[in-house]
Each structure stands twice: as C-alpha cells, then as structure tokens.
C-alpha cells in the first residue's frame, strides 16, 4: 500500500457565508483505503474526481467498495476518471457506482449548501449531452470536478468556476526541482501536474500508482480544500 500525505490548500472565492471543507481522493486505483479515514475526518464532504479504478487489471471492486463506505460517512461527489471510461464492462461499472450511495456525477451537477458540485467529461467519450452551459449560468458557488488537468486547460478555461479539482497526472510520477517528469496525456516535462493553477484549479498527486514506476519526491496524497 502507498504512504500517503495530506496537502492542505485555500481557494477564496468571496462568496460564501461560511467556509466549505472539502476532502479529496482522486486516483485510488483500486488500492486499499484504510489508511484515508483519518484525513477524511471532520470535512464537509468528499470529493473524487476519478479513476477509484485500475484499467490495467480491469479490477474496480475495492474503488466501488471505498465509495459506498465514503458515502456513509459524509457526502460524497464523484466523477468519471479514463480508468472508469477505459472498463471493458463500463456501463455495468456505473450502475455499481451509482449503488454506492455517492452522487456520481457523469456530466451533471448538484446543489450541496451554497455550492454546485459538477462532475465533467469530455461528451464523446461518455455519450451524455455537455451540462456546462447551464452549470455555468447557475447563482452560486460553481465547484466542478474534471479529472485531467489537460482538459480543463483546453475546454474549460475560460468557463466561469470557482474551484476545478482535478487528478490524473500523479503528480508527474518522478519530480526533480518541484517539476514532474511525465504524465499521461501531456508527455514529459507535463506543466499540469500539482498544486493551483489559474488560482482555482487544484490538481492532486493521487492517492494511488497503477504502474509499475515507482514515485520519487513524489508521495500519494489525500487534499482538504477550505472553500470561503
């Protein structure tokens, strides 16, 4: 199992009457999760902005056993990662996902206190119609979970959000100097791997490693987001 830190981070937004403290997982890859309830504990709610799942053993049992044991305890929001996309079963996979009690949001969005909380993927893909028009336009605190970083750099940019929180780039696998070495999706040296960017997008490392590459200065980590 992963050693696994907790990365602590502030997005101000205005206009919010209270602050929201989010927790985040992303990138579980199908590990164990015992180890996370400690740093879950006391946050508002729960988001995981994909790939609970491993594509490369096709496995997705213990992913699904961690949302419905999440969603138990606190509100959980989860969006799709390409390790769900990439399921043989993918369809069947959702109906799983959807009896965890999390909101699995494919492409949707929720209203949660003084926030929307939106799960976004690239509509090709998934075959559901694009929600971001209307997410955009709604009153309130616009929170969307896009799991990779590449996306929200060249889809959604430009959108009118709060806080993006994103994962997929595992923190660039290797990082020398506060810099990744690869990620997939943008190659190496990638740009888009941790930390804020555009002051609202925040990107995690991951809580897990599908691959056979070991992490270098690079830990697997759980985030809490204070929202205000």
Known sequence: MQTRKLTEYHIHTGRLTRP?????VSDLHDEAYDDLWPMLEGADA?????????????????????LKEAAGRL??????????????????????????????LIN???????????????PTIVRE???????????????????????YIKYLRGRALD????????????RVAGRGVFSPGQGLFPRYTYGVVDGRMVISA????PVHLPR??????????TLD
């Open 20 to 24: 929201v403290d989010f927790a985040v």
């Open 46 to 66: 729960l988001l995981v902005p994909g790939d609970v799942c491993d594509r490369y053993r096709q496995t997705s049992a213990r992913g699904v056993a961690f």
């Open 75 to 104: 509100p959980t929001f989860f969006s799709l990662g390409n390790h769900e996309t990439r399921q043989k079963q993918f369809r069947r996979l959702v109906g799983d996902l959807e009896k965890t009690g999390a909101e699995v």
């Open 108 to 122: 949707r969005y929720v209203r949660f206190g003084e926030c929307w909380i939106g799960g976004w993927y690239p």
């Open 129 to 151: 119609p694009d929600m971001m028009d209307r997410f955009e336009s709604l009153d309130g605190v616009k929170v969307l979970l896009c799991h990779k970083p590449e996306h």
């Open 163 to 174: 806080l993006v929180v994103a994962g997929h780039a595992h923190g660039g696998q290797i």
């Open 206 to 209: 991951g809580a897990g490693n």
């Open 216 to 225: 270098w200065g690079n830990p697997c980590e759980v985030l809490r987001i």
